[in-house]
């Protein structure tokens, strides 16, 4: 029987690599977002998942304790 979900499976998702390129974020930047986020090489997330830590780090202290998140803060 086929799944009609709309979500994406895991192996379906591009790697934060990819979506570095994507956006030409340099090397810098996707290295200190994969260390504040968690992310192994080769993770795979969604699009908007990816864009907002990006944001998230680079609008972050560059020192001192990163803010508090709430679970399911995106």
Do not use: C
Request: cysteine-free; overall charge neutral; aromatic content about 6%.
């Amino acid at each position: 029987m086929a799944n009609n979900n709309t979500t994406q499976s895991a192996a379906d998702l591009p790697t934060v690599e990819h979506l570095a390129e994507q956006y030409g974020i340099p090397a810098w930047t996707l290295a200190g977002v994969r260390v504040r986020e968690g992310w192994a090489v080769g993770a795979r997330l969604k699009e908007t998942e990816f864009t907002q830590a990006v944001e998230r780090f680079l609008k972050s202290p560059t020192d001192g304790p990163l803010p508090a998140r709430k679970r399911g803060d995106a």
